[in-house]
């Protein structure tokens, strides 16, 4: 058991420079946007980055029961980036390297949020 609480524990670590790493990697992206969509779409994605930030944070400091609501908020914004993400790339507001970094990135944060889900999905049932 505390091989798996280690394992959860270095998991959240490891959101948190790898979200960074994403978050620099994307507003160097965004700034590149079509001034028009830089202000709408480019902000909504600027804001739910930030967002998904502030519940990694949270996951951290609050109660092992209530990690699962935000590990579920941490879920859905990622769902939204990955729609963001298409639709930038299907309007050509960014390029096929672009989005397959971007959308790489998205999915390795997303992996280790599933892993953290399915372990949190498992032991608050107990």
């Not at 959101?15 to 079509?34: D, R, T, V």
């Not at 609501?69 to 941490?74: A, Q």
């Amino acid at each position: 058991m505390n091989k798996v609480l280690e394992k959860i524990n270095n998991e959240q670590l490891q959101l948190i420079p790898k979200m960074q790493e994403y978050i620099q990697y994307m507003l160097e992206n965004l700034i590149k946007l079509p001034r028009t969509e830089k202000f709408s779409i480019g902000n909504e994605y600027k804001c739910s980055m930030y967002k998904l930030l502030e519940y990694i944070l949270y996951v951290s400091k609050i109660e092992k029961e209530q990690r699962l609501e935000y590990i579920n908020k941490i879920d859905a914004e990622l769902n939204c980036q990955r729609i963001y993400l298409r639709i930038m790339y299907k309007n050509k507001w960014i390029n096929d390297k672009k989005f397959n970094v971007s959308i790489t990135k998205v999915g390795e944060i997303g992996k280790i949020v599933g892993g953290l889900i399915k372990y949190y999905v498992k032991n608050n049932k107990e």
